[in-house]
């Protein structure tokens, strides 16, 4: 079961949703997982401590809360608007230094190996 | 604002459906190294804006990321000959993108280091205060102003960050680099991915305290 999951096989993924859960925040057991939790949510845990975090995140509150941290955080970087390179194409100014530089030493160009 | 760039891995990202099909990565180089001097150029125009975008969240100046970007496709350019196909081309260019930024940035440090060892306070202001470095607001809406108060929270933040869990966190969330991609880019073991990204994720969580709380909802 991965994070997705998780988040939609407890409906609206509220933390406040588990009455029955422990509030308290993070156990010591909970920071042994924290590393761990943070590869869970990318997808990238796998073995005995994908199945040892499996186990131990349906009755976790604070572990589940801490998943949902981390997916405000990627909701929030994937945001970033992505911008153009400046007022002229890259190429263009590249093609100009690299014309110079094989002006300048003809052992260094021309535009190919 | 842009969504992020999804299935990027492997260097080709999905295009619209009525784009021209794009010549891969390996073709490319290939076409360059038997003489093909346009397909160096479409390689720089298939990446200069990832390249750019991902120097630009590195040194935080537009400027400098241009100029870095342009040295990143130079080192391409005259390393290309020597590229193996032991990773992926993609791979290959962020290691180059990588260690520019790591470069300038280190460069950048021992320059202050210098000018506040030897100068008084102001001496240096002329030099700082380009006009590029002030953005001109006058036209932009509100939408757009809330959206880059957020972006500007944000990249106040991953600026915050160290180099090495800035450019593993930039790797991983703005760039969808896997975990196998991002130890290939930084040379480093899986695990150390692991837990830069962990110990990243952990001072952005203190740093984006405040955005967290008021957009609680987002993560549903
Ligand atoms: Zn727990």
Redesign the interface.
């Known amino acids: 079961m991965g994070y997705r999951t998780l ?1 939609e096989h407890n409906g ?3 933390v406040s949703d588990y009455p029955s859960l422990e509030v308290k925040g993070m156990s010591k057991q909970c920071k042994e997982y ?2 761990d939790l ?2 869970y949510f ?1 997808g ?1 845990l796998e073995g005995e401590a994908l199945l040892k975090l499996e186990a131990h995140l349906p009755s976790c509150i604070a572990c589940r809360s801490d998943l ?19 007022k002229r ?3 263009e ?2 093609r100009e ?2 014309a110079k530089e094989t002006e300048e030493d003809p052992q260094k160009g ?4 | ?5 999804t299935a990027v891995v492997g260097g080709s990202p999905i295009l619209p459906q009525q784009a021209p099909p794009l010549r891969k990565d390996d073709e490319l180089i290939a076409s ?2 038997a ?1 093909d ?1 346009t397909a ?2 479409d390689l ?2 298939k990446y ?3 390249v ?2 991902h120097c ?2 590195m040194v935080s100046d ?2 400098e ?2 100029d870095l ?2 040295e990143v ?2 080192k391409v ?1 005259r390393k ?2 020597n590229y193996e196909h032991t990773y992926s081309f993609y791979t290959w260019l962020y290691r180059i993108t990588v260690n520019c930024c790591i470069d300038y940035l280190r460069k950048k440090r021992r320059h202050i280091q210098e000018v506040s060892l030897s100068s008084s306070p102001g001496e240096d202001q002329g030099e700082v205060c380009k006009d590029q470095d002030i953005p001109d607001l006058t036209f932009i809406p509100e939408t757009a102003l809330v ?1 880059q108060e ?2 500007d929270t ?2 106040a933040a991953i600026a915050q960050l160290s180099e090495k869990l800035r450019v593993i ?1 930039i790797l ?3 760039e969808g680099f ?2 196998e991609e991002i130890a290939e880019v930084l040379a480093c073991s899986r695990g150390t991915v ?2 830069r ?2 110990r990243a ?2 001072r ?2 203190e740093l ?1 305290a405040d ?2 709380n008021i ?2 909802d ?3």
Do not use: W
């Open positions: 988040v609206s993924g509220n924290s590393v943070s590869a990318d990238e949902q941290k981390l997916q405000r955080i990627r909701n929030a970087l994937t945001s970033l608007a992505s911008t153009p390179p400046g194409p890259i190429l100014a590249l230094k690299l021309p535009l190919v190996c | 604002m842009q969504k992020k760039q360059f190294k003489g001097s160096f150029d720089v125009l200069e804006r990832r750019y975008n630009l969240r537009e400027v990321s241009y970007a342009q496709f130079l350019f290309i000959k959206n957020l972006g944000l990249n966190i991983k969330e703005v896997t975990y692991k837990s990204l962990f994720r952990e952005l969580k984006l955005y967290m957009h609680r987002s993560a549903k």
